[in-house]
């Protein structure tokens, strides 16, 4: 079976400093890992997603997450946070099947000026 | 964005009455799917469609019905609504089945019933 833990349901992060969001994720075949973005009134859009290979996936808008086996674990993390950064930002994992995503709780983003 | 239309972007129903929320893309994905977004839960899956006609369940199909007649098409039947199917619900479309491929999701529909 698959899931995901989203730690943290509030982040806050002064407009320059880092951005961390954590990503936990069980699984008991090798996982497919996705970030997605939520903007206010709108649907999901793709961050990143982690298939096979590098396990530093670059995304869209200055994002990236490490893949990390040993601590099963999908950071997903921004040097340098933005205004336009503050969103819902939510981890998944694609089931064994293709046919379903596990989507974590959320973590909404708050960019403080 | 990808090509993903839903209607009505937002619906105030009374408890009872049967709603239908609909769900068409123009990207001629062969999957489909209909989620629910409450909070602190994320999204689940209420139920997806893998071909025309070909439809399963998902986590939390009870109350939820769906059609799908044509490709670009998703329908999703709310048969009897009650208070606790007030939600979001975002269609999302994949072309392909495999894990690794990402869906696309519609700018999502809130429903609310009173």
């Known amino acids: 079976a698959q899931s995901v833990t989203q730690l943290g349901s509030h982040v806050s992060v002064s407009e320059g400093a880092l951005v961390l969001l954590r990503c936990n994720y069980s699984?008991?075949?090798?996982?497919?890992l996705f970030w997605y973005v939520q903007y206010p009134n709108q649907g999901l859009q793709l961050l990143l997603k982690y298939t096979t290979g590098a396990t530093l996936v670059k995304g869209i808008n200055g994002f990236e997450a490490e893949f990390k086996k040993s601590e099963t674990s999908f950071h997903l993390t921004k040097p340098s946070a933005h205004m336009s950064d503050a969103a819902e930002y939510f981890c998944a994992v694609s089931g064994s099947t293709g046919n379903q995503f596990y989507f974590g709780t959320g973590t909404s983003l708050t960019v403080i000026p | 964005d990808a090509g993903i239309t839903q209607s009505p972007r937002h619906k105030v129903t009374e408890t009872g009455t049967p709603v239908t929320l609909r769900c068409h893309q123009t990207e001629n994905h062969r999957y489909m799917y209909w989620y629910r977004q409450d909070p602190g839960h994320g999204l689940r899956l209420i139920h997806y469609s893998y071909g025309v006609k070909d439809t399963d369940k998902g986590e939390v199909s009870d109350g939820y019905s769906v059609s799908r007649s044509k490709t670009e098409d998703f329908l999703l039947t709310l048969e009897s609504a009650t208070s606790s199917q007030t939600s979001v619900y975002f269609c999302?479309?994949?072309?392909?089945?495999?894990?690794?491929?990402?869906?696309?999701f519609g700018q999502g529909t809130r429903l609310t019933v009173v």
């Open positions: 699984s008991s075949v090798p996982p497919y």
């Open positions: 999302a479309i994949k072309n392909s089945g495999t894990a690794n491929t990402e869906a696309f």
